[in-house]
Each structure stands twice: as structure tokens, then as C-alpha cells.
């Protein structure tokens, strides 16, 4: 039995995961730090992150998980770790919290029931049925750049993507489409001054979570007056115990399908780009074979760009991790770029193999009940789009250091260039 | 042997379904549905995978 300091005179790791500077900087300056923390002090308490959202005076700092299987055993016990008082590392206004993070901050019964309902599509016949719709976007988006010879990868083919996609699953028209996936941006990017052009945080997020209801509640409207076959229809249709889903549920989980769907596929498509760039002989590997590899390939491009960095959970109660007596209510981070680097599961993980096999990344979650939703779509999505860009424009390379985010949560491209030869076409021009 | 669900805890996350597609298969309908009614035995280990990944403990095998 460890002995039970309470949370205020618990000393703070030396190692420094709190301040904006260590998270404006790069993930290969963060592994350094995480890598000392992994072989010696794997569970460590730390101070509060230095730019929260809002000043929040119970705020006293976090445990901090960064091995595997450590993170593995967190997000697989539910019971003592809860998702539902937020699953960031930021106190967050509750008023956004109920707003705009739907069932992933919720915990059984209710989770159960709501994530139950949202199995029905996503399940892979579900997804087989729409990936004719995945590969058209891919080769519209692709069409859309091939006589440039130049782009902003992340504007012009990464966030394209996924934004087709999931507005399509979820029955977003065109006309709302560019507003929901620049508005998502928000959920992480509120502290970046190039999105925020002078707004208020608190508020700019406030703005966010407004534009992003103001259309749930549009299309509510229209899919109870004209059901269509999409995701908003199979809410507005839904019961759970007995009651239809109220509006600001199903905003609240519309908001989640947006930020959800938009910002984890564009950034693992903008690192993957830059991967293939940066190893070339992974991709020489990769192309002698692009359909029979390409599966493989797409899970080492997604444990390289781990798209979530982390994820909070709240102590129910007093309990142990790792010989650690964590007291109810502590923050519990886990550090998902940390455990995709642990070599005690990964052989040289500083290195891309796109060839890794088996590859244990926890990219998509631990195996908890909070498992990716969306991790077959995805797939089919970084499939795609890689599929495309790498027959049609097979000398297509990031130039110069991309731009990255200076978040905790998303492994933000903010801008990025990739160059290539234009693609020559046959008979007439579009 | 068969495989029993407690469809009380299981939330069709779809991790069983992942490691034995012809045994486990999230409907239409969301809910988790086996599609062996009696799972062959060189299957045990399939099984055991399933019962250890499942995120809610609500696998179990009979027999």
C-alpha cells in the first residue's frame, strides 16, 4: 500500500509536458521528454497546462501515463477512469463540454446506449456500401490539384477528404460543408493566434460551438419533416429507453461527428505525406506493391502521425495505477504519441516501416469503450487518397518544414506545400 | 462451444468483429449478432482473442 499524499502537496515532476512552448515545438523535441519519462518515471504528477481555455482555480495538475500498456489498462478501466467531466487536458466551460463533445465524454449507462445506436453505421458493410463514394472524392480532390505542380497539402487535398466523407455519411449539404470543417478547427486550434486573428478564446470557441448548432438545428428540422438515408435521420428517429434524443443531444453528437471526422484523418494524410517524403526508400517499398501494401502501410502512416496526442480521463475514486494512489477526481492524461514510440512494443519506433507487422499502434484508443468510431473509415479514407495521389502524381513531395499546430490534443498540419510533376492528360480538359 | 453475449454491457464496439469477422458481425440494427451457433473448436483461440479485447467484458465462452 502506497502511502496517500493528497493532491495539493504532491510534488511535480521536473519534467516539463505543461507549458505552451513544449507543445509548440515539435513531436521529435516532445519524444525526448517522454522517452525519459517512459523509462523512469512512467506515472508522474505535473503542474496545470499553462494556457488553459479559462483560469480554473481546482485545477491542480495531472497524472501523466505515457507507456503502452499503461495507457492500454486506463482506457480499460472505465469504471475508475471516467470520461464524462471532459477528455481534455484543459477544465473546460461545461457549457462546451455538453455542447460539443456528444458521447466520447460520457460514461455507462448512457454511453452504451448512444454508442450502440452509432455502431449501426459504421459497421464495415455500412462502410463497404459508401467506399465508392471515399474513392470519387479521392479523385475529384485529385483532379482538383493534378495541372498545379504546387498546393498547400493541408487545404487542398488533407482536409478535403475527410470533410467529403463525413459530411456525406452524416447528410451535410454542400452549401454548410467548408463552414463545419473550418469551424472544427477550433475545438483545438482556440489558442492558435493564425486561426484566431484576434479573438477571444472563450469566445471564439463559443462562436464555434453556435455555427456548428445553428446547422445541426437546421437539419434536424429538415430530416423530421423529409427522413433521407444518413446519420442525421437515424438520430432524429432514435430512442434510447423509451425517449427520442433531444436536440441538443443530437447536436452535441453532431458536433462530436464533425470534430471527430474532420481533425484526426487530415492530419494523419498531412504526416503520411510528409513520411513518404522524408523516407524514401519506405515508399520505393511501398510502391513496388501500392494495392497488396498499402494496408499495411496505412497503419504505420497512422501510428507516425498518431492524430490525437492525448486524452483525459477523471479518477472516480481513490485507486491505484502502477503502484500510484491516484485520489478521486485527479486529471489522468494519457500520452498517446508517447506510447506510440515505446520500445518495449515498437522496434526502433523513431523509424517508419511501413512494412510493420504486427504493429500495436493505439492510435484508434487502448481497446476501451471509447474505441475509434470511425477507425474503418478512416482507413479506407488514408487508403484512398494515398492510392490516388501516389499512381496519378508518383513524384509528389513536401517541400521545406510544414507548419504545426501549438496544441495538446490534435498533432496539428496547420500548412504545408507539396510539389509535382502535373499530371499530363489524355482527350479533353476539365 | 458457443459463444454467450451479455447483451447488457456489450456497446457493438466492434473489436470481436475484428478479429473473427465470420463469427462476430455488428447488424444493421447496431446490436452485436453471432453467426455460429456452435464455434468449432480449432476456433478456441479466435474466441479467447474476442473475450480478452472486448472492452466491456461481455463475452464469455460455454463449453
Known amino acids: 500500500m502506497t502511502a496517500v499524499i493528497t493532491r495539493a502537496e504532491r510534488p511535480y515532476d521536473p519534467a516539463d509536458i505543461s507549458s505552451s512552448e513544449f507543445w509548440a515545438g515539435t513531436a521529435k523535441d516532445r519524444e525526448k521528454v517522454f522517452a525519459e519519462l517512459r523509462a523512469s518515471r512512467p506515472i508522474s504528477w505535473h503542474r496545470p497546462v499553462t494556457n488553459g481555455m479559462f483560469a480554473d482555480p481546482n485545477d491542480q495538475g495531472f497524472w501523466a501515463v505515457v507507456r503502452h500498456a499503461d495507457l492500454v489498462e486506463v482506457t480499460r478501466r472505465p469504471g475508475d477512469f471516467l470520461s464524462g467531466q471532459g477528455i481534455t487536458f484543459e477544465s473546460l466551460p461545461v457549457e462546451v463540454l455538453d455542447a460539443a463533445q456528444g458521447f466520447i465524454a460520457m460514461d455507462p449507462p448512457r454511453h452504451t446506449k448512444i454508442r450502440r445506436l452509432m455502431a449501426a453505421a459504421f459497421t464495415p458493410k455500412q462502410l463497404a456500401r459508401i467506399d465508392e463514394h471515399i474513392v470519387a472524392n479521392s479523385r475529384r480532390i485529385v483532379d482538383d490539384i493534378a495541372a498545379k505542380g504546387s498546393v498547400n497539402f493541408v487545404t487542398e487535398v488533407a482536409a478535403l477528404i475527410p470533410m467529403d466523407n463525413i459530411c456525406d455519411m452524416v447528410g451535410i449539404p454542400e452549401e454548410h460543408r467548408r463552414t463545419v470543417a473550418y469551424e472544427s478547427q477550433f475545438a483545438d486550434g482556440w489558442r492558435d493566434p493564425r486561426l484566431l486573428q484576434g479573438a477571444d478564446p472563450l469566445a471564439r470557441v463559443f462562436q464555434t460551438v453556435s455555427t456548428i448548432h445553428g446547422i445541426a438545428h437546421e437539419l434536424i428540422a429538415a430530416r423530421r419533416s423529409k427522413p433521407e438515408n444518413d446519420l442525421m435521420t437515424a438520430l432524429v428517429q432514435a430512442e434510447v429507453d423509451g425517449e427520442r434524443l433531444t436536440d441538443d443531444d443530437i447536436s452535441s453528437i453532431f458536433a462530436l461527428l464533425i470534430i471527430a471526422g474532420n481533425d484526426t484523418t487530415r492530419q494523419s494524410i498531412s504526416h503520411g505525406m510528409k513520411a513518404l517524403s522524408d523516407f524514401p526508400e519506405q515508399r520505393a517499398w511501398l510502391m513496388e506493391d501500392l494495392d497488396g501494401r498499402l494496408p499495411i502501410a496505412v497503419e504505420e502512416i497512422i501510428r507516425w502521425a498518431t492524430p490525437i496526442m492525448t486524452f483525459r480521463r477523471t479518477a472516480a475514486h481513490d485507486t491505484e495505477l502502477g503502484g500510484h494512489h491516484i485520489t478521486e477526481g485527479d486529471k489522468v492524461i494519457m500520452f498517446y504519441s508517447s506510447a506510440n514510440m515505446d520500445t518495449e512494443v515498437f522496434d526502433h519506433p523513431e523509424q517508419l516501416n511501413l512494412s510493420r507487422s504486427p504493429n500495436k499502434h493505439i492510435a484508434f484508443g487502448g481497446g476501451g469503450i471509447h474505441h475509434c468510431l470511425g477507425a474503418q473509415l478512416a482507413r479506407r479514407q488514408i487508403s484512398a487518397i494515398f492510392r490516388e495521389l501516389l499512381t496519378r502524381l508518383p513524384d509528389i513531395h513536401t517541400v521545406g518544414e510544414p507548419e504545426l499546430g501549438n496544441g495538446n490534443f490534435f498533432h496539428t498540419v496547420v500548412s504545408m506545400t507539396a510539389e509535382f510533376t502535373p499530371e499530363k492528360r489524355t482527350g479533353s480538359t476539365r | ?63
Do not use: Y
Request: aromatic share 2%.
Open chain 2, 1 to 63: 462451444m458457443k459463444i454467450v453475449v451479455d447483451k447488457s454491457r456489450c456497446s457493438s464496439i466492434g473489436l470481436c468483429e475484428a478479429t473473427a469477422t465470420d463469427i462476430f458481425q455488428i447488424g444493421a440494427d447496431g446490436a452485436l449478432h453471432i453467426l455460429m451457433a456452435e464455434v468449432p473448436e480449432d476456433r478456441r483461440t479466435d474466441l479467447e482473442q474476442a473475450c480478452e479485447n472486448c472492452p466491456t467484458q461481455a463475452l464469455s465462452i460455454e463449453g
